[in-house]
């Protein structure tokens, strides 16, 4: 009876758990994209180094609670590097 009870949270969970492995694919994507010297010109962490985080970010996905901290890293590669790394074109 719980366990049926529950299952529509199983279903939220597999959508919330693929929003963040997208979130965190867009970003590293997008980083992939970005030349290495629009970063330096930002004034911003090289490429190789946001590349890292991001690799490390999508791979913590698979680690539980580490995927927060991955999560956080994306969000703020995408609402903080990006938008300087994009204006710097």
Not at 8 to 18: D, E, M, N, S, T
């Amino acid at each position: 009876m719980i366990t049926v009870l529950l299952l529509p949270l199983h279903g939220a969970f597999l959508v919330i758990f693929l929003a963040i492995v997208l979130i965190k694919l867009f970003a590293l994507i997008d980083a992939v994209a970005r030349p290495a010297g629009a970063f330096t010109y930002a004034d911003k962490q090289t490429k190789q180094i946001w590349l890292a985080i991001l690799v490390g970010a999508l791979l913590s996905t698979f680690l539980s609670f580490l995927t927060l901290i991955g999560l956080v890293a994306a969000l703020v590669y995408l609402l903080d590097v990006r938008p300087a790394v994009t204006q710097e074109r």
